[in-house]
């Protein structure tokens, strides 16, 4: 049994291998990591404390996906909802659908019961003023709501890059990923993410599109991406990764030729993505374009988790 996280999720796996130590399955394990991270608000790329859209919301997405069933769930833009993975595994186990967003994923989350709070911490809250006050001319917080465009003030999305700090917590890439393979051999994946900073209102990543931001199936293997999702979504990197290994490729083989179909658009935002995988004997590896990546991992055997580089690719 294994647990594999990005390196934000060191908050929440030794909470999901105590999971797979209880005997609990995979898909309990990487539920629970993720919602140990979705609690911390100093993460603010997820969860309580996750950084706002430009209207000042803080917005949801996240995925859940059993690799032995190959059931998944998944929210988009949710508010209020702190632990977005949850809901997404109550959208794959309580629901006919498999992907819930807004104001649906809000109703549904009130039918079974979850609470709703206000997920915008002074922090962020802070982080977004200062965002609208330091343009030229400065925006009025207070004001956005009313305001006829909100395009100009998001921008294309290479350009708002230009000023972003790779290594920083409001860069357009954070997100936590979870994937974990439990004693009986079953494999799942986890996702959850606030989204991308500042975003045009109603922007979904590649976190809750099963087969980009995660997938995991029991016979191959399982992935899942953090990064700029507007070139996750466009090469489906997860489902990718897990198709190349059907192929007989291995896990090394099948990293690199997903991260290269990222590389092959030609797209700046590639280089903001990072893509961990879990094999079904228990292989992890790491492969990113951005410099000075990491996950973490915690084996059955180990008493503490441990860090890894990723490989890094260049564009
Ligand atoms: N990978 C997270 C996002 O693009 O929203």
Redesign the pocket.
């Given at each position: 049994m294994i647990v594999v996280s990005t390196a934000n999720g060191t908050a929440g796996i030794r909470e999901a291998m105590a999971v797979l130590r209880d005997g609990g399955s995979a898909l309990d394990a990487v539920e629970a990591g993720t919602r140990r991270v979705e609690l911390n608000a100093r993460d603010h790329t997820v969860g309580l404390g996750g950084l706002p859209n430009i209207l000042g919301e803080v917005r949801l997405?996240a995925s859940i996906m059993d690799g032995h069933t190959l059931r998944a769930g998944a929210v988009g833009s949710v508010r209020g909802i702190l632990h977005a993975v949850t809901l997404a595994r109550r959208v794959m186990e309580q629901s006919p659908h498999v992907l819930l967003v807004a104001d649906g994923a809000e109703r549904f989350a009130r039918e079974i019961g979850m609470a709703e709070q206000d997920l915008l911490t002074e922090q962020a809250a802070a982080r977004w003023r200062e965002r609208l006050a330091n343009r030229q001319p400065p925006v009025d917080p207070d004001g956005i709501a009313g305001r006829d465009r909100l395009l100009e003030l998001v921008g294309d999305a290479r350009d708002s890059m230009r000023g972003w700090d790779p290594a920083g917590t409001d860069a357009p890439?954070?997100?936590v990923n979870f994937l974990a393979l439990d004693g009986g051999g079953n494999l799942a994946s986890a996702v959850s993410?606030s989204?991308?900073p500042w975003g045009y209102p109603g922007r979904l990543?590649?976190?809750p599109i099963i087969g980009a931001?995660g997938y995991a199936d029991n016979r191959w293997g399982a992935a899942a991406?953090?990064?700029?999702?507007?070139v996750?979504l466009r090469t489906l990197t997860t489902r990718s990764v897990v198709l190349y290994l059907r192929t007989g490729m291995t896990l090394d083989q099948a990293m690199r030729a997903a991260l290269s179909d990222l590389g092959a658009l030609n797209d700046p935002l590639a280089g903001h993505v990072a893509v961990i995988a879990l094999t079904p004997s228990g292989r992890h590896a790491g492969y990113a374009y951005r410099s000075g990546e990491h996950y973490v991992y915690l084996d059955g055997a180990m008493a503490e988790p441990e860090i890894a580089a990723m490989v890094q690719m260049r564009l």
């Amino acid at each position: 049994m294994i647990v594999v996280s990005t390196a934000n999720g060191t908050a929440g796996i030794r909470e999901a291998m105590a999971v797979l130590r209880d005997g609990g399955s995979a898909l309990d394990a990487v539920e629970a990591g993720t919602r140990r991270v979705e609690l911390n608000a100093r993460d603010h790329t997820v969860g309580l404390g996750g950084l706002p859209n430009i209207l000042g919301e803080v917005r949801l997405d996240a995925s859940i996906m059993d690799g032995h069933t190959l059931r998944a769930g998944a929210v988009g833009s949710v508010r209020g909802i702190l632990h977005a993975v949850t809901l997404a595994r109550r959208v794959m186990e309580q629901s006919p659908h498999v992907l819930l967003v807004a104001d649906g994923a809000e109703r549904f989350a009130r039918e079974i019961g979850m609470a709703e709070q206000d997920l915008l911490t002074e922090q962020a809250a802070a982080r977004w003023r200062e965002r609208l006050a330091n343009r030229q001319p400065p925006v009025d917080p207070d004001g956005i709501a009313g305001r006829d465009r909100l395009l100009e003030l998001v921008g294309d999305a290479r350009d708002s890059m230009r000023g972003w700090d790779p290594a920083g917590t409001d860069a357009p890439h954070g997100t936590v990923n979870f994937l974990a393979l439990d004693g009986g051999g079953n494999l799942a994946s986890a996702v959850s993410t606030s989204g991308y900073p500042w975003g045009y209102p109603g922007r979904l990543g590649d976190s809750p599109i099963i087969g980009a931001g995660g997938y995991a199936d029991n016979r191959w293997g399982a992935a899942a991406s953090t990064g700029t999702g507007e070139v996750v979504l466009r090469t489906l990197t997860t489902r990718s990764v897990v198709l190349y290994l059907r192929t007989g490729m291995t896990l090394d083989q099948a990293m690199r030729a997903a991260l290269s179909d990222l590389g092959a658009l030609n797209d700046p935002l590639a280089g903001h993505v990072a893509v961990i995988a879990l094999t079904p004997s228990g292989r992890h590896a790491g492969y990113a374009y951005r410099s000075g990546e990491h996950y973490v991992y915690l084996d059955g055997a180990m008493a503490e988790p441990e860090i890894a580089a990723m490989v890094q690719m260049r564009l």
